[in-house]
């Protein structure tokens, strides 16, 4: 007994001597035990179903243990960053750009010769950053052939304009229906079909998608220390498999049917004829883009960008009509500035958005409440580097908490008030008080690659539903509410709104 005791001793004695210079400058946080991390530590009241409220944790984080804090997530060290200039500070880095290596996820991803993943959002190093640049490239080139991106995204506008209207005097969930149309926009800008919003392929993509990232958890990356026990015994891993095999059967055959009719002396019609053209036009063998590789990465990209730019955007929307029956004032002072600058005939277009204030006010407040991407995606630190004078080692995952300074209310009055007019001046213009602690995509070299796109899509199908309809809440309805602190349910990447009907009145 008093040998164990002794023997345990000088053990931890050692560690504490090999471990604890390490630890000297690392950011400060919650304790942690071996394999459960900082769990048994974490209060009681982040734990919801047996998942931890990943955001309110982090909230949590940035109260107790200031602007930058570690938190073991199992035993994968994860360093929070809740104040965006630090963020900034960060992910400007080389050695915090790259995600954490996902091997399990290989199964059902095309990965590269390194171990790494293809595509996008998970791929690091020369693989992240070729798809990067040509995938931002295509989507800021403003549209494909002789269509404008503003033009392709007017069309499903006005085809949900239309369904919309066949749909008023009754309660409507508006979540599935801005899913998808703007899976569509996306379809028509990323395979160049435009399909009708009952195609039943189109509500399979749609359905598959909600599946992927609404199962998307931060506990994904335990795959990250135990690739097969991830693999094997975590009940998620089979969830994602199979919804990521439904979305790439999807995106092989569009890639076939263009393979097919493929012509490199055309103009390209859409991303995916802009990509084949790259894979032709590349020679160097070490490229992403050539040949087979390129169809691989081709593969992962489509998938990622669906992944990321579809029930983001439309969520958003879905926040704004949550926030504007709450609030019936600030959709009246909406319609009147639609009604005067644009007048009931005329389409909303992107070049009348600086003339229009009080929208843009309303677009900055829904972002800034919901913070739908909350927590980012994460980072991995690939070489130890400080940040904000502490160290962060070889190894963590890092996480930009977005939403802590987006209700922080040093930095926002009153911070969970939905309130458009803290970004209007007193002469109604818009105005940007606290620009450096909003960024809704996220910042550094991996901010979202489809902001833009977004932007444009939030204004265009906000202001072409808000111009031809009001919306109202049913009577029988309790509206759920759109706070943060009343937030229980989100515990995945995404923040989800609460479910909720509308009633709509046509406006003509
Ligand atoms: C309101 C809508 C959107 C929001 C709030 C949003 C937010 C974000 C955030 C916070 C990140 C993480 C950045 C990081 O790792 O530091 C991200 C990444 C990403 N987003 Fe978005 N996003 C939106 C729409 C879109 C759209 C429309 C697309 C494309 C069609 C898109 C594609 C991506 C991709 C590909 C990444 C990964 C970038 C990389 O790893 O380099 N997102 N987004």
């Not at 047996?50 to 982090?58: A, S």
């Not at 904000?388 to 995952?397: E, F, I, Q, R, V």
């Not at 509410?481 to 995404?494: K, L, P």
Request: hydrophobic share 40%.
């Amino acid at each position: 007994m008093f040998l164990t005791i002794f023997a345990t001793s000088i053990l931890v004695v050692i560690l504490l001597y090999i471990f604890g210079e390490q630890e000297k400058d690392v950011p400060p946080g919650p304790s942690s035990v071996p394999i459960l991390g900082s769990i048994p530590f974490v209060p009681k009241r982040f734990r919801h179903g047996g998942r931890l409220h990943i955001p309110k944790l982090f909230n949590y984080l940035a109260q107790t243990y200031g602007p930058i804090s570690r938190v073991y997530l199992g035993p994968l060290p994860t360093i929070v960053i809740s104040d965006l200039d630090l963020v900034k500070e960060a992910f400007k880095k080389d050695e915090i750009t790259s995600r954490p290596p996902m091997r399990p996820f290989h199964e059902f991803r095309y990965g590269t010769e390194d171990g790494g993943q293809r595509g996008v959002i998970l791929s690091s190093g020369k693989e992240w950053q070729e798809q990067r640049r040509f995938s931002m490239r295509q989507l800021k080139d403003f549209g494909f052939g002789r269509s404008s991106m503003e033009d392709m995204i007017q069309v499903e506008v006005q085809k949900l304009v239309n369904s919309l209207h066949m749909e008023t005097g009754q309660p409507l969930d508006l979540n599935f229906k801005m899913n998808i149309s703007i899976v569509n926009a996306l379809w028509v800008i990323l395979v160049g079909e435009r399909l009708e919003l009952d195609d039943a392929r189109l509500l399979d993509i749609v359905k598959t998608l909600d599946k992927l990232l609404r199962g998307a958890q931060v506990s994904g990356l335990l795959s990250v220390l135990f690739p097969t026990l991830y693999k094997y015994f975590h009940p998620r891993f089979a969830l994602a498999k199979n919804t990521f095999e439904s979305m790439r059967s999807l995106m092989t055959q569009a890639i076939e049917d263009h393979r097919q009719r493929f012509n490199p002396d055309e103009a390209p019609n859409d991303f995916i004829e802009c990509y084949l053209q790259e894979i032709q036009s590349t020679s160097d063998p070490q490229s992403s883009f050539y040949q087979d590789q390129g169809l691989k990465s081709l593969d992962c990209v489509l998938i990622d960008l669906f992944m990321g730019g579809s029930e983001t955007t439309s969520i958003t929307l879905v926040w704004t009509f949550l926030c504007l029956l709450h609030h019936p004032d600030v959709q009246d002072r909406i319609h009147q500035e639609l009604d005067s600058i644009i007048g009931p005939d005329s389409v909303p277009q992107l070049q009348d958005l600086p003339t229009l204030p009080y929208l843009r006010a309303v677009m900055t407040e829904t972002l800034r409440v919901s913070s739908v991407v909350p927590n980012g995606v994460p980072h991995y630190v690939t070489v130890s580097t400080k940040v904000g004078g502490y160290l962060l080692p070889k190894g963590s995952a890092v996480m930009a908490n977005i939403i802590s300074p987006h209700l922080n209310p040093k930095v926002y009055e009153d911070p969970e008030e939905f309130n458009p007019q803290r970004f209007l001046d007193p002469d109604g213009k818009f105005q940007m008080p606290n620009s450096s602690q909003f960024a809704p995509f996220s910042l550094g070299k991996r901010f979202c690659l489809g902001q833009t796109l977004a932007e444009q899509e939030y204004y265009l199908f906000l202001a072409g539903i808000l111009q031809k309809f009001k919306i109202h809440n049913p009577q029988e309805q309790t509206l759920p509410n759109y706070r943060f602190s009343a937030d229980d349910a989100n515990t995945g990447f995404v923040r989800y709104a609460p479910k909720y009907e509308v009633i709509l009145e046509s406006r003509e």
